[in-house]
């Protein structure tokens, strides 16, 4: 199963739907799709798709996922990395009004450098790298906060 997670941004990301859509019209994907789409409106019969769903069930379907597609906010990749899931990614873009600035590039080139996921910009991009999943073997972080813990300690005396 492929789980699409857009996040709660009140900025509508139809150009991943679209990518995502177009994919399994072509036959590219065969495998059942969900979408956590959250305020973007999209219509389309090939796959399912919900608003927003309980941090509960979300964390059940990316446990259920075997690629989780996603846009590049930090709380649902470190969340996807933490379920030691393959991550595809599309940053939304200031220039589609996808979002207030292009952070989310940032941050995914970052993520993309360290080996943690792949990006994709097009529909081209998604079909070249779903091509090659099996051989996409993502490293994952060690999210330590050991360090954090003791700066807590320390000052709490």
């Given amino acids: 199963m492929i789980l699409i997670t857009l996040g709660t ?3 509508q990301f139809v ?3 679209k990518v995502i859509d177009n994919a399994i019209r072509r036959g590219e994907i065969k495998e059942e799709v969900i979408a956590q789409v959250g305020h973007t409106v999209y219509k389309t019969s090939r796959f399912k798709m919900y608003k927003f769903m309980s941090e509960k069930r ?3 379907l990316i446990d259920q996922a075997d690629l989780i597609v996603t846009h590049g906010g930090i709380g649902n990749l470190t969340t996807s990395l933490n379920a030691k899931k393959k991550i595809f990614v599309m940053p939304r873009l200031k220039m589609y009004n996808e979002h207030v600035n292009d952070h989310q590039e940032q941050i995914v080139n970052e993520f993309v450098k360290l ?3 792949r ?3 097009s529909f081209d991009d998604f079909v070249k790298e779903y091509k090659n999943i099996k051989k996409f073997k993502p490293k994952f972080p060690k999210f330590d906060n050991t360090k954090m813990l003791n700066i807590i300690k320390d000052y709490i005396g």
């Fill in 9 to 11: 941004q009140d900025k």
């Fill in 15 to 17: 150009r991943l739907l």
């Fill in 58 to 60: 979300l964390n059940e």
């Fill in 115 to 117: 080996g943690y996921v």
């Fill in 119 to 121: 990006r994709i910009d």
